[in-house]
């Protein structure tokens, strides 16, 4: 009888949920950034709000009909816009540190796992800090990163994500519109009025571009979590 010891028993099968809970896939954060989109789409709105409020005081102002009371509206509706905008920048900046902790960690995940990625995990940090290639370096980390949920759910393209081209580059757009804006200074009634119009299309592009960025995390979460259960 051969004394050769049997071969080990192979190991058990471990199903890719639990590699991805090993790895930590940042659920909660993706919840924290949908939240935060949400609240900065208030925040926008309130500021579009402001705007029209502005411009109506501006009109005002240029047919003439001045008085003590449409100074003090004047004061209360610039007020009114800074606020405002001090309060979606602040939300916005909160949402764009936990974008880089989701990205960094899921980049570093998807790898993990054997998905190439264009970029590594450090350019989901870095790339946000570098002039022009942020337009363009990030959006490509989110892109893959869809790519990968595409792959491992077996869907090829899911045309749900058309909708994260949408955000990305209405977003960058509009924060490119209110760069060129702050560089501007008038006195102009006519330019100032002008002004206020563009930075009404800038709001409404950054309120409906929050929107969709909670829609996008919204949807990466839910979908990497039908994978983390499956």
Known sequence: MSTNPLPPPPPPHTPIGTNYTQAGWPTGVATGIKVLSILTSVAWGLFVLAIINRIVVLNDIKTGNWSEDLSS??????????????????????????????????TKMIRARGFTTRFGPGWAIGGFFIPLAQIVIPFLMFVDCKKAITFWNGSGTDNRYAILGWWWWLQT??????????????????????????RLAMGAGLLVGAVFGALVFDRFRADFGKIVTS
Do not use: H, P
């Open 73 to 106: 509206r004047a004061d209360d509706a610039d007020g009114f816009a800074s606020g405002t905008a001090g309060l979606a920048l602040l939300l916005s900046v909160a949402t764009i540190i936990l974008m880089m902790i989701w990205l960094f960690r899921t």
């Open 173 to 198: 757009g509009s924060l490119l519109v209110g760069r060129a804006l702050s560089s501007e200074d008038t006195t102009d009634i006519d330019s100032l009025i002008n002004q206020e119009y563009i």
